[in-house]
């Protein structure tokens, strides 16, 4: 069975960030947050102020940060930080995440790459070598897993493991939030190269939508090992 959708490509996020952007000029509404029904965010952010707390995240980065505002809220809430950083490859969310900075109060200190960290070639990840003490990806393996995209014959969900991992600090924190896994599908999938290990994972309710279950969203924290 075929996995890939529109939303396994750029074109589709350069489109969604692009109206976004223009959206948020006239309404100041930043747009869709991901899994904001289930309330990830705010679990995300309260799991992060709790086990590292400001300044202690030893240099901070969002996969995929989309809006940004994942790094938005995480600064509101205190955790201010030297090196915090959000990546996307998609170009429209970058120059929106940026605006936002530029014209949001106390946002100043967070910055934002574009950056495809699947990719061998790509600048960010060739800099950024060991760099991170905390990971964060809100959806964004999950739009990678439908992806059609091949990386020396890998699939995305194959190759994300050794790209996190080469950014992170030893014992380095990565934090996946994700649908289209179950928690132990995401524990197989990225402790597979063995370059990192399952830490801890963030509990949610289990939603049900006309006598179905909903699909469940999982939080899961792995350690780089070494
Ligand atoms: C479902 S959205 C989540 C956005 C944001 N993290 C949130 O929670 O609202 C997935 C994001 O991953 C980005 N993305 C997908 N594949 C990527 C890749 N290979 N490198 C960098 N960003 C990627 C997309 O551009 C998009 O912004």
Redesign the pocket.
Known sequence: MSHTSI?GT?KH?DAV?SKEHILYNQTKDIG????DDADA?DKIAHFILTHFGPGKTGGLC??????G??LFKLSQLGLHNSAMVG????SA?VSFAKDVVSKGPDLEGIHFYQ????RNDDTFLGNHSGKFGLII????L???FL?KEKYQGLT?VEVYPHKVASMMKRNGVLLVTACNFTADELIDAVTKTGELEYWTRLEYPVFEFGGRKGSKVCTVGFRRRD
């Open positions: 939303l750029k996020w960030y869709e947050c991901w899994y965010e969002d996969l995929g940060t989309g809006n505002h994942l990546i996307d490859y998609s969310s950056s495809d960290f699947l990806d809100k959806g964004t999950d739009a990678i992806s995305g």
